[in-house]
């Protein structure tokens, strides 16, 4: 009898433990004033042909009603504390047609990166992270269809990644201790799942926006069981440089 109270006891909890409310976090991220013309790559003989027309830099990608692309968002405070469990899945940063794809993304502290080479050629792959000891920073080289993997221990907003054999290859990664965050979208759009109640601060950063001397744009937001929260940011254009 006992044994059974303590069953129904353990499936209770892991029913009430599966079923606690949380929200989804949404919005948009809109750029106010005009960016600078983005600069056309110039490729080598040996990429050139892989792009039949002009490919530019992506460093400010707008979109519907001033959407702003590659806009990382996150939860900045109010995780302090918690633990999350590392996610078994890896992401994937990928160099195709002499590009890093995708320009921005994010994942845990921990988590695994997959870096591959799909090109038939040789790339670098050169991450700086700031972190303080500097053991993760690493410079590999990448033979056709080669993949590596990586993790951070440190988080950070963002990872810088380029390649020293193609000088206009960039990637961007942001580096969490949570599981809330998200990139927004073609539009500017984003979503972060699955919020627990509480109350937090919310960060969009775009690299050329905020830049070094910037950790982006905040607002507190408040979760409320399982009701859904809008956020939406605007993001200035920077003066020109005197």
Known sequence: MKKTIVVLATLALA?????APAADVTG??????TPPAEIPINFTDQCGPLHPTAVTTRRYVVGKDNGLKDVFVHISKGCEGKTYPTPAEPVVLDQTQCLYQPYVMGMMVGQK????????????VHAS???ADGAEIFNIPQNA????????THPEVLVKFQCDVHNWMFAYIGVMSNPY???TDADGNFKIPNLPPGDYTLTAYHLKTHGKTSTGVSQAIKVEGDKAVTANFTVEVPPPAP
């Open 113 to 124: 990166l997959q870096i591959k080479n799909s090109d038939s050629f040789m790339h670098n």
């Open 145 to 152: 269809g080669q993949s590596n993997d990586k993790t951070f």
């Open 181 to 183: 965050f998200a990139v």
């Open 28 to 33: 948009k991220v809109t750029l106010k004033g």
């Open 15 to 19: 029913g009430s433990w599966q079923i």
């Open 129 to 131: 992270p700031l972190a």
